[in-house]
């Protein structure tokens, strides 16, 4: 008990210094009456990177600087209880906690949605026109509504509200999340038009938190995504951060040459380092226990002259669609089809889901890992190897083919010649052959029932392979904030920690004026480039 109040003292007063570095930093300008909105939530690292941002635009546009409440329908209802309102507005009244943080670097209020009566019929008629039109769940992502799509959007937040492995279209809680989805679009419709809004800044751009950005850069409004490693520009050809996949050939081959050599240098470094089993942050991993770790198990992969083919399974409900649509409508659909095909085939076939993560991370693994389950039982031919088993281990006893969506097993099997089958378009590795992208199910399924001659067909260029981990990983800058962040990571005591108090306090003590300046001279150079992320070109590393 002691213990406790003894923590609750020092964060209160980490968060008072914090708010007073903000007081100290962040000055007062004459506004225009445009809006820049920002994020309001729990993330302390968020109210860090959104203030720098905020408060950048806001100098240079002559902007007021507004937060606004983006957690509805996943994380909260839309529709507030007598008991959270009024806890909301005794927040708001006695400037509590993350009220005082966001008025301390500029936030004039807080915004959020409310539906009125009139406009709740006027949406509920629109949802009940769409929900008629839905007649399976491949429907569901063809969902526009006036020119603006959605459908990814409204699938994701029912997979990850819900926990589940695909959507139900009978299922009486969709229904009721997309009356309610409907409900927020309007309402943010209604804020852009009613508002002169020059910008908004979020975090996600995915389930019903990205809604407010689709409809803004529908009426050209500047839209980002902002956290501690990476500033990315969201828009109608990148609706999600750090996609421009398909510009890193063309962006590398305008580097001169002594910057493509230390790049491909870099590159090869961490990547050798990466599956020789270094996990960690500066191997660009969120966990310190590699997947490619050198601990041995009892060998489960046969010895046999059979084609091995190794499944690398994602969260089968967070973010479905994060880096766009995929070949299959879902990883339901994705596994389904694999296990038929896996029964007409003479290949040994293996399934692994992620090795088990560390904090926050670990909570949904379990009941991921049992719908996976639960799916691949039904198709003997797929044997599951243990979630700890080591690629490492898994390379040696030669499997051949990976499968996966769009996972970085992308570019780290191919490191050993062995070929990535993904199963979208949309994956980092696009831009590159040292991958297969087969671009419809027909192309995928041939692909799958043809390995020997894939096989033979084989090239692989590891200089491809460094040049884009350079461009994905090392090309955007993922230190603009701060230069060794894997110090920050071991000081602040975990990635957790990046989400309480250890944030601030780690920030105010290793950034001044100085560093701000430098900050802002970076967020100048990239909102006028045409490349979609912070880059070290824009902060002058390079």
């Excluded at 968020?46 to 409440?69: E, P, T």
């Excluded at 560390?358 to 991921?368: A, E, R, T």
Aim: hydrophobic content about 35%.
């Amino acid at each position: 008990m002691l213990g406790k109040i003894i923590k609750n003292l020092k964060n209160y007063q980490i968060r008072q210094d914090y708010i007073s570095f903000n007081h100290n930093i962040f000055k007062p300008n004459k506004t225009s009456g445009k809006l820049v909105l920002i994020e309001f939530n729990a993330f302390h690292e968020s109210h860090v990177c959104q203030s720098l941002f905020s408060n950048f635009l806001a100098k240079k546009y002559d902007l007021n600087i507004v937060g606004y409440f983006n957690y509805c329908i996943l994380s909260a209802p839309l529709n507030q209880t007598i008991f959270q309102k009024i806890k909301w507005n005794l927040g708001k009244f006695f400037n509590y906690k993350y009220h005082a943080i966001y008025k301390s670097f500029g936030s004039k209020y807080v915004i959020r949605p409310k539906i009125n009566k009139d406009k709740k019929e006027f949406a509920t008629k629109i949802a009940n026109l769409i929900f008629t039109k839905i007649k399976n769940k491949k429907d569901i992502l063809k969902i526009k509504l006036e020119g603006i799509y959605i459908g990814d959007l409204i699938y994701d937040t029912y997979l990850k509200s819900n926990q589940l492995a695909f959507v139900n279209i009978k299922d009486r809680n969709f229904y009721s999340m997309l009356v309610d989805f409907i409900n927020l679009f309007y309402f943010w419709k209604n804020f852009f038009t009613e508002n002169d809004v020059h910008s908004i800044i979020g975090v996600h751009s995915v389930y019903s938190y990205g809604l407010p950005m689709r409809v803004a850069i529908s009426k050209k409004i500047n839209a980002y995504t902002i956290n501690s490693r990476e500033l990315n520009k969201i828009n109608k050809k990148n609706y999600f951060p750090s996609t421009n996949f398909l510009e890193f050939p063309k962006k590398f081959k305008k580097l001169n040459r002594t910057n493509q050599k230390i790049g491909l240098e870099m590159a090869k470094e961490i990547l050798n380092r990466r599956v020789l089993g270094k996990g960690g942050i500066t191997n660009h991993l969120i966990s310190n226990i590699s997947s490619f770790h050198s601990k041995k198990e009892k060998r489960l992969i046969e010895k046999n002259n059979k084609i091995k083919i190794l499944i690398c399974t994602r969260n089968i409900f967070d973010a479905t669609h994060v880096f766009g649509n995929l070949l299959f409508v879902d990883n339901y659909d994705w596994l389904v089809f694999l296990g038929n095909i896996s029964k007409k085939t003479d290949y040994d076939w293996y399934l692994k889901t992620h090795i088990n993560l560390d904090g926050k991370f670990k909570f949904y693994q379990p009941n991921s890992n049992k719908l996976i389950f639960d799916i691949v039982k039904k198709f003997p031919k797929i044997k599951i190897l243990p979630n700890n088993y080591s690629h490492k281990q898994i390379i040696d006893e030669k499997i051949d083919f990976v499968l996966t969506q769009h996972g970085s097993v992308g570019f780290e099997y191919p490191m050993f010649n062995i070929p990535v089958i993904n199963a979208s378009l949309n994956n980092p590795q696009v831009g590159y052959d040292f991958n297969y992208h087969p671009k419809n199910i027909k192309e995928y399924r041939n692909l799958i029932k043809n390995l020997k001659k894939v096989k033979k067909n084989l090239k692989i260029n590891k200089n491809k392979i460094y040049e884009f981990y350079y461009m994905r990983h090392l090309f955007q800058d993922r230190k603009w904030l701060f230069s060794k962040p894997d110090e920050m990571i071991k000081k602040i005591g975990g990635w957790d920690n990046m989400m309480k108090e250890q944030f601030y306090d780690y920030f105010i003590k290793n950034v001044n004026k100085s560093k701000i300046n430098q900050i802002y001279n970076s967020f100048e150079k990239f909102i006028l480039s045409d490349y979609q992320s912070l880059s070290i070109e824009d902060s002058n590393k390079i």
